[in-house]
């Protein structure tokens, strides 16, 4: 075989090569445009995404509510609580807490399901889903931007050093037992993880939850949470959110 022939058929390789991948990325892009995109409507959408930096299915769902935190639609609130049933193998998620591996099983007996599992996400208290199931999320979250709150909340935040301290008012119906969640969120982390399942990755969070508070309902009141030590210089925000004290549907949610 001459040296022309070894060149033509090596262009060839190359070319058909450079198609099948351009093909793919073409075929990934025309998936991607065919997400739905929110919806701006009266309503709102609280995605409550349990996570965790053990779990290796859990960077995309991480992922996924960080693009549709990018779209800043309004009435969509974002809050990913890291659950510590994973810290024992292998990695201790530093964001992780007790409390949000409850509130997971709260949500699963709400459910009437056996079991918890990691990513979930939870839209308005009302729908669960694989987190990473971007079509999925979207869908949903369009769905509850058509339902308008049935509680008003009004919050104002002041801070210091040490805690934010909310005054809270909500106004609606409230002939259902109700509670009301406060919780002090943290707007991004970048995190290298260097054993478990993510050993390696350097991961992204966004809109960490960093401490929660439950009470009941009541016209208004005052709360305040404490300011972890690691963050007390960052930029943080307040979710407020109300729910059916049984069902745990959301009622209304409110960000500051």
Known sequence: MNIMK????????????????????FKTMQAASKLPQPAVANGFALVELFTSEGCSSCPAAEETVARLAAKNTAGVLILCYHVDYWDKLGWKDQFSDAAYTQKQRAYASAFNVNSVY???????????????????????????????????????????????????????????????????????????????????????????????KTVEVAANGTITLDIPADVKALPLQVVAYTQHKKSLQVTGAQQK
């Open 6 to 25: 070894i060149k033509l058929i090596s262009f060839i390789i190359i070319a058909v090569a450079g198609n099948l991948i351009a093909g793919r990325e």
């Open 118 to 212: 990691t990513p979930q996400a939870i839209i308005n208290g009302a729908i669960e889903l694989v987190g990473s199931d971007e079509d999925k999320l979207i869908t949903a979250v369009n769905k509850h931007l058509m339902n308008a709150p049935t509680q008003n909340i009004s919050l104002t935040v002041q801070r210091n050093d040490h805690a934010v301290s909310i005054d809270y008012s909500i106004a609606g119906d409230r002939k259902d037992p109700q509670i009301v969640n406060f919780a002090l969120v943290q707007p991004e982390a970048v995190v290298p993880v260097k054993r478990g399942e993510n050993s390696g990755r350097t991961l992204h969070h966004v809109n960490i939850v960093r401490a929660l």
